[in-house]
């Protein structure tokens, strides 16, 4: 089963710095079939990124995502107040699974 | 718009059952795959089962295979869980989420959560 390691753990930085979070796959994993998810406290996850770079709907263009085969990266630039929160990514080959989470929060 | 409300959840003691629902509205029901993911609190997310669109074809996670039951409704628009001999790792808030069509696996739609909490 393909196992995703997300890194950093924690990333703390300041409104208006960019954030790189990184997702790995220990194997080699379909371009399709990765996404990202943002999470905040109290709230269920929500979609940001699928298909690796594909934004859905009404997320804003500060949030981008990028890589392929095991290394994947979600780049959020000029970060808001808002976007403090626990990221996930997540694939699907033969069952959708989630890395651990990358907590983002304000230094 | 888009919404999943999901109901059910309950304290309940080890080897008991719960049978969670979700509705959906906002989008035609019966064109979407659906999946149930829980999340233990403090803890990451884990996918427990899904069901095609006519809810013939279902899979399940191995934790809970065996034990939980998924099923949808589509002339209710309605998903359910039914679970059976629970235990005590199966506490978690459960969400119902609406699987994105075409080349893709996303969860593109999230219902609020529902909490389980299995103690005696």
């Known amino acids: 089963e393909i196992v995703l390691t997300q890194s950093p753990g924690t990333l703390s930085l300041s409104p208006g710095e960019r954030a790189t979070l990184s997702c790995r796959a220990s194997q080699t994993v379909s371009s399709s079939y990765l996404a990202w998810y943002q999470q905040k406290r109290g709230q269920a996850p929500r979609l940001l990124i699928q298909?690796?770079?594909i934004r859905a709907t009404g997320i804003p263009d500060r949030f981008s995502g990028s890589g392929s085969g095991t290394d994947f990266t979600l780049t959020i630039t000029r970060l808001e107040p808002e976007d403090f929160a626990v990221y996930f990514c997540q694939q699907y080959t033969s069952s959708p699974i989630f890395g651990q989470g990358t907590k983002l929060e304000i230094k | 718009q888009v919404q999943l409300v999901e109901s059910g959840g309950n304290l309940v003691k080890p080897g008991g059952s719960l049978r969670l629902s979700c509705a959906a509205s906002?989008?035609?029901?019966?064109?979407?795959?659906m999946i149930w993911i829980r999340q233990a609190p403090g803890r990451g997310l884990e996918w427990v089962s899904y069901l095609n669109t006519g809810g013939t074809m279902k899979y399940y996670a191995d934790s809970v295979k065996g034990r939980f039951t998924i099923s949808r409704d589509n002339a209710k628009n309605s998903l359910f869980l039914q679970m059976n001999s629970l235990r005590a790792e199966d506490s978690a808030f459960y969400y119902c989420?609406?699987?994105?069509?075409?080349?893709?696996?996303?969860?593109?739609?999230w219902g609020q959560g529902t909490q389980v909490t299995v103690s005696s």
């Open positions: 906002g989008f035609s029901f019966s064109d979407y795959y």
């Open positions: 298909g690796t770079s």
């Open positions: 989420a609406r699987v994105s069509r075409g080349n893709s696996f996303a969860f593109e739609y």
